[in-house]
């Protein structure tokens, strides 16, 4: 067993009276991969915030080699080899890769002047030490997220460090650039050193951490070897709640109709006959690679493909899908993945945001009905579950589960018949996702809506639709019962397609 | 290589340039007389060096409205001063005008870093502050000519070359111009060379990750206004010296046309994108179409319509530039 590299002792923080850690102890291990476990609002942040010395603990102490640090402001802790990559990047868009990667320490060395040879040097070295090939001469704003995040870390290890702390490094890759991520881990590892991984995907934390610690409200929660983990023992320390990973069992109401038929749609270079029939109260998974036409499908139910072809029927009727208004009116509604960049006004109030696309059908001559607007969101909130004290509240003092459902409540206000979800969970922490997944089942079966469910997160799949379909090059070429499948052969179908 | 030359915005505004001069040519061929270059080129000395200011604000993410204020201040107390005193310099008066110049920058500065003030509301406070100040207490008459200090003018009509046309009229190319290039090339410097420069940058840029890196926020805030203050200053006074005349209602409404001048370089408004080259060329640019308005003698008025045109399309045309590479 390794010697401590940093720990910490008995660490509080309050902010405003809110107490975000309390008497937290931690201790990290030189070379170890240690992964810190633990909700949205856990303390994570201020945690590591505490750690690249941007907060100074209210009391506690910090010791880096067994030596008591009083004074750790974000120098210190970068001349004692800390480097945190936050969610963010801290990336610079609109300068090149080059620069990017040198700059801080050239920053760092005391430099006035820019020696651009030397600068060029410095990133091609910092490329090739993680075994990279991006262009130095781009502006990382024409980068992919992987991309930029390579970037990051590359600059990270430009400066030596002893520990790397990575702030949520997953929450926006695909599965396979996880998978190089985590070997690009691995290989720093290799090179001695330290590796804070923070995150709240259980699944994760197993595949590449040798050590948890959970946190929960500000205190440790549980710690140890990652052996001494099965991952209900994490859900249930994460969230302190248990969470029940029962499936969802779908039976076939008697004499039902097809909610949604699909035949033959096409969209010419992205979808190729595509046949579905969802029956109400179905949901249906749907993966596939990136590129598969699985967002594309969802597109062309939402009006977003005009020049389709083939045949769509709502509850018997055929629908003219040219447009967004005509998939609306025909009771299709899609939620996007980046629904909280693009879906939700985050300074404006949570009934304003419910009642966003419904205020046509509560007016009258151009009037808002305000009464009617009124309950129609307090019923929302109440049906959704919203934690809030009131629905005048803006949407951003809200929990990211909480917003997830404000956004899925609004178009549920328009009486959807068809709701299709993109990434439904991506960003939300356990418990949140728990109670969204309980959500959407509820809305199936009490409401017979028929919901496609586009995703990555297999698990997710197998434990809340009844049937999944992978698309492949713009055709389904598997459908299997979810009863009849697990998260295992699921993957091995995807991977043999890749 | 070749490629990234032609993405360049540098590139892009030379060819439209470019286009718009034979289009000026065209229309009227007296524009390419070395006499109407030379008046050109003289036009651009003022607004080139204030746009010079605005620049690096507008790169470092904020916007500066107060500099032709501060620009009048600097000349008009300066004229004033040397006038009262009866001050025959050249040196002095400028580093005086400079000073005022950098000392109003810097209370901008004071206002945005240390009350994290939005800029644009800031300088349109200092900005009237300083004019209502000047004309309510220092005076409203303008100093011509007569009274105008000689070694001023002397100064500001310094000659390169000096030409004679056939028909015995006589044109120069003014030595203010390498006033305005030595200041350029100092600034291109600044921004392309120095930590300092990259700073600005990068604040403009992402400010959060820039002070997680260890940029000084403070001393980029300082510098950026100062800078835009004290090059103000000079250009107002080097503006006086140049037209023989000190008015204290000078330069109104000419923030519009320096930041049109920034934008149409290809500076983005959002900030960490600009360069010195392509500010000279959007400010030759709008020089050039005001010019040739009056060539063809279109009435002034018509020229704000003008100019509201360039900053609309400019500004349009970065922000698709932009949004190409978001996307």
Same mark, same amino acid.
């Given at each position: ?54 907060? !100074? ?26 480097? &945190? ?5 801290? %990336? ?9 990667? /040198? ?19 410095? /990133?091609? =070295? ?20 992987? *991309? ?34 985590? /070997? ?113 499908? =969802? ?11 083939? *045949? ?80 005048? !509240? ?55 809506? =028929? ?48 | ?70 620009? &009048? ?61 000047? %004309? ?22 310094? *000659? ?71 090059? /103000? ?72 319509? &003008?100019?509201?045109?360039? &900053? ?16």
């Amino acid at each position: 067993m390794s010697e401590p590299l940093i720990s910490l002792c008995e660490v509080s923080k309050s902010f405003g009276g809110v107490q975000a850690l309390a008497g937290l102890s931690l201790t990290l291990r030189r070379g170890e991969i240690h992964c810190l476990a633990g909700e949205n609002g856990s303390g994570k942040s201020t945690l590591i915030k505490i750690i690249a010395g941007i907060y !100074r603990p209210d009391s506690g102490s910090v010791l880096i080699d067994g030596e008591t640090i009083t004074q750790l402001d974000p120098i210190t802790a970068i001349a004692h080899g800390i480097q &945190v990559i936050y969610q963010d990047f801290s %990336l610079f868009p609109t300068l090149t890769v080059a620069e990017n990667l /040198a700059l801080p320490s050239e920053i760092h060395a005391g430099r006035r002047l820019v020696r651009w040879r030397h600068v060029h040097q410095l /990133a091609r =070295a910092a490329l090739a030490r993680l075994g990279i090939d991006i262009d130095l001469a781009a502006n990382v704003e024409t980068l992919s997220t992987a *991309e930029r995040q390579l970037v990051a870390i590359a600059r990270a290890l430009m400066s030596a460090p002893r520990l790397l702390v990575m702030d949520e490094p997953t929450t926006t890759l695909t599965g396979r650039e996880v998978e190089r991520l985590f /070997a690009i881990v691995r290989d720093i590892q290799r090179q001695g050193i330290a590796v804070l991984f923070v995150s709240h995907k259980i699944r994760e934390m197993f595949d590449i951490s040798e050590r948890i610690t959970v946190i929960r409200n500000g205190c440790v929660v549980a710690a140890g070897a990652i052996g001494e983990f099965n991952e209900a023992a994490l859900a249930r320390a994460m969230t302190g709640q248990e969470i029940t990973a029962e499936g969802y069992r779908w039976m076939p109401p008697p004499g039902a109709k097809p909610r949604l038929e699909i035949r033959g749609l096409t969209v010419p270079g992205e979808l190729q006959g595509i046949d579905l029939r969802v029956m109400p109260g179905e949901i249906i998974g749907i993966s596939g690679l990136l590129g598969s036409g699985r967002t594309e499908l =969802a597109l062309a139910l939402f009006g977003l493909r005009p020049t389709h072809q083939g *045949e769509i029927r709502v509850d018997g009727r055929a629908a003219a899908l040219r447009s967004v208004q005509q998939a609306v009116s025909a009771g299709i509604t899609y939620v996007p993945e980046d629904r909280l960049t693009e879906g939700l006004f985050l300074t404006q109030t949570i009934n304003r945001n419910l009642l966003a696309a419904s205020f046509e059908a509560l007016s009258r001559y151009f009037l808002i009905d305000f009464a009617r607007a009124r309950r129609a969101s307090a019923d929302m909130i109440a049906e959704m579950q919203i934690t809030t004290p009131s629905g005048e !509240r803006p949407v951003m003092e809200l929990s990211g589960g909480n917003q997830q459902r404000v956004v899925i409540g609004r178009w549920l206000m328009r009486d959807a018949r068809v709701l299709i979800l993109n990434g439904p969970t991506v960003g939300v922490d356990v418990g949140s996702k728990a109670g969204i997944h309980r959500r959407i089942r509820d809305l199936a079966e009490s409401r017979g809506v =028929a919901v496609l469910m586009i995703s990555d997160d297999l698990p997710e799949l197998v434990q809340n639709c009844n049937r999944i379909l992978i698309l492949h090059r713009g055709k389904i070429v598997e459908e299997v019962m979810a009863e009849a499948t697990t998260e295992a052969i699921l993957s091995e179908i995807l991977k043999a397609l890749s | 290589m070749r490629l990234s030359v032609l993405r360049r915005s540098e590139t892009v505004i030379a060819l439209v340039l470019l286009a718009a001069m034979l289009l000026i040519g065209l229309i009227n061929p007296a524009f390419w007389n070395l006499a109407n270059l030379f008046s050109l080129a003289r036009s651009n000395v003022v607004i080139g060096i204030m746009a010079l200011g605005v620049l690096t604000v507008m790169i470092s993410g904020g916007i500066d409205v107060s500099f032709p204020a501060f620009a &009048v201040a600097a000349m008009y107390l300066t004229v004033r001063a040397m006038v009262a005193w009866d001050w025959q310099g050249v040196a002095g008066p400028f580093v005086m005008a400079t000073a005022i110049g950098l000392a109003l920058g810097l209370i901008n500065a004071a206002f945005v870093y240390g009350l994290r003030m939005i800029p644009l509301i800031v300088t349109l406070g200092t900005g009237s502050l300083v004019r209502g100040f000047l %004309l309510g207490v220092v005076g409203t008459s303008q100093v011509n000519i007569d009274r105008m200090p000689k070694s001023l003018i002397a100064f500001g009509s310094t *000659e390169l070359t000096s030409l004679s046309d056939p028909a015995g009229g006589h044109f120069a190319l003014s030595a203010m111009l390498l006033i305005y290039l030595a200041m350029a090339l100092l600034v291109h410097f600044l921004l392309t060379h120095t930590m300092l420069g990259r700073g600005i940058y990068a604040l403009g840029s992402d400010g959060e990750a820039a002070r997680r890196v260890g940029f000084d926020r403070r001393l980029t805030i300082f510098v950026v206004y100062a800078l835009a203050g004290a090059l /103000a200053g000079f250009a107002g006074l080097l503006h006086g010296a140049m037209i023989w005349l000190a008015n204290p209602r000078d330069f109104n409404g000419l923030e519009l046309d320096v930041i049109a001048a920034v934008v149409l370089g290809g500076a983005s408004i959002f900030g960490g994108r600009g360069s010195v080259l392509g500010t000279m060329l959007g400010v030759f640019m709008l020089v050039m179409v005001s010019n040739s308005l009056i060539i063809m003698h279109i009435a002034t008025t018509w020229q704000r319509v &003008v100019v509201g045109f360039i &900053v609309i399309i400019a500004t349009a045309a970065t922000s698709w530039r932009d949004r190409r590479r978001i996307a």
